[in-house]
């Protein structure tokens, strides 16, 4: 089975504290995706990638960064946290098969900043 | 604009009811997903389709492409069934367009 998996399931950090969030997949998939949710607005993709080293923004890439150094690992860093960044987050990953992609998400990370 | 659009946003069912969500999208598509998501946060592919119609156990999807809809249906539904069910969608690419879930209760 596939397995994608997020380093840390429930977090509470202050606002200007650094974070990081950590995504491991064991399908050498070639795309990775960080999403947040949030009630009523759905999940949003904030970036992602679909080789190494490679990155692109997605709807609501302001206040984050990603880094993939290598293929299993993609990782979400929050620059300086801030309380409107408290949400949950979900990692993806999915083999890219023409058209027909099948994805694969993580547990989430419920990240609050207070 | 690519948009994804879910009916019901909350759904009460008495166990063993007939279940249909209903997803409307606005341009063209790829492929759609139906995605099943449990108190917790982690979110389990249920369905990715194209065309036509898939089943698997007591769920089965839908998606009529000319008229841009999909629809997830659950026979004999059962408590366990109660989650938020979410349809995404490919408009053409890589990325996923989320609708913003249907949440299922399932009373016994």
């Known amino acids: 089975d596939v397995k994608v998996t997020q380093s840390s399931r429930y977090l509470v950090k202050r606002t200007g504290e650094k974070v990081f969030l950590e995504c491991v997949q064991d399908?050498?998939?070639?795309?990775m995706f960080w999403y947040r949710q949030d009630p009523g607005l759905g999940l949003r993709l904030i970036y992602f990638s679909y080789d190494v080293k490679m990155k692109e923004k997605g709807d609501i890439p302001e206040g984050y960064s990603v880094s993939r150094e290598k293929k299993e690992r993609f990782s979400l860093i929050l620059e300086s946290a801030s309380t409107n960044q408290t949400s949950m987050y979900l990692c993806a990953s999915s083999f890219s098969q023409g058209l027909r992609n099948t994805i694969y998400f993580g547990e989430g990370s419920w990240l609050t900043v207070v | 604009k690519n948009e994804v659009e879910q009916s019901p946003q909350n759904l009460t069912a008495q166990e063993g009811e007939f279940i249909t969500i209903n997803c409307s999208y606005s341009v063209g598509i790829s492929a759609l997903h139906w995605l099943q998501q449990h108190p917790g946060g982690g979110i389990v592919s249920l369905f990715m389709l194209s065309s036509g119609k898939k089943k698997h156990g007591r769920l089965i999807a839908t998606i009529n492409i000319q008229e841009k809809h999909s629809s997830l249906h659950i026979t004999a539904s059962h408590p366990r069934d109660s989650a938020v069910y979410i349809c995404a969608v490919h408009f053409g690419n890589e990325k996923l367009t989320f609708g913003t879930g249907t949440r299922l209760t399932i009373i016994p």
């Open positions: 399908m050498d998939h070639e795309n």
